[in-house]
């Protein structure tokens, strides 16, 4: 049996997903526009991309804009489907804040910027979604946590501390063992063929990664 005697449970009112304002709260102030801005998506997670209570999670590994009807499902299946008296979890992204406009069916081009349709929350690659822990093992919530990410509008993964620590060995281990003296890095460094020429500025910052 495992011991789970170092993991501590909130209150049992605290345990379940809260739910999220669809709309931000301007407080009498007028709502702005704002350009779609796809720097919100592009690039990896630096902040939110570990699993804080060290258990199970969804993380995304590419870029995407969740909006309120994803959030609400995520919510819905998991405070549906966990056992609150073993269980908890936490949203690990915001609210929706980022404004979306779009035009209405059938207008004509032109016009100005048109109204704001719905609020989003963009993530970026390796950003973790939702965690779920407490005195549980992953085959408790794999079956609902696994589901939830198939229908995410990007690719996703349920996660664990021993797969995402797998993963970074992985990834350390396959870049030591490359014996290829011209690797991405490099062939960007130094100019090779004249590549300044035609990738773009992500290239110089990511070498090949996240764009």
């Known amino acids: 049996m495992p011991?789970?005697?170092h993991i501590k449970l909130p209150p049992e009112e605290e345990r379940e997903l809260v739910q999220l304002l669809p709309v931000p709260s301007w407080y009498g102030i007028e709502p702005r526009k704002a350009p779609r801005d796809y720097?919100?998506?592009r690039g990896p997670e630096l902040i939110n991309n570990d699993l804080v209570y060290g258990q199970f999670?969804?993380?995304a590994v590419t870029g995407c804009n969740l909006t309120i009807d994803h959030l609400n499902m995520i919510r819905t299946v998991v405070n549906k489907h966990m056992d609150k008296k073993r269980m908890f979890a936490v949203w690990r992204?915001?609210?929706?804040w980022k404004p979306i406009s779009k035009k209405a069916q059938g207008k004509r081009m032109g016009g100005g910027k048109s109204a704001i349709h719905h609020y989003a929350t963009p993530i970026r690659a390796g950003s973790v979604i939702v965690e779920l822990g407490g005195h549980i093992e992953l085959e408790d919530c794999q079956f609902f946590l696994e589901s939830l990410a198939k229908r995410m509008p990007c690719q996703a993964f349920v996660v664990s501390k021993e797969l995402l620590e797998q993963w970074r060995q992985e990834e350390l281990a396959i870049e030591q063992q490359n014996i290829n003296p011209l690797s991405y890095q490099r062939v960007v460094q130094q100019n090779m063929s004249g590549c300044h020429r035609w990738i773009t500025p992500y290239d110089h910052r990511w070498y090949g990664k996240y764009t």
Not at 93 to 96: L, R, Y
């Open 57 to 59: 999670g969804i993380m």
């Open 3 to 5: 011991d789970f005697s």
């Open 39 to 41: 720097s919100h998506m």
């Open 93 to 96: 992204v915001e609210a929706p």
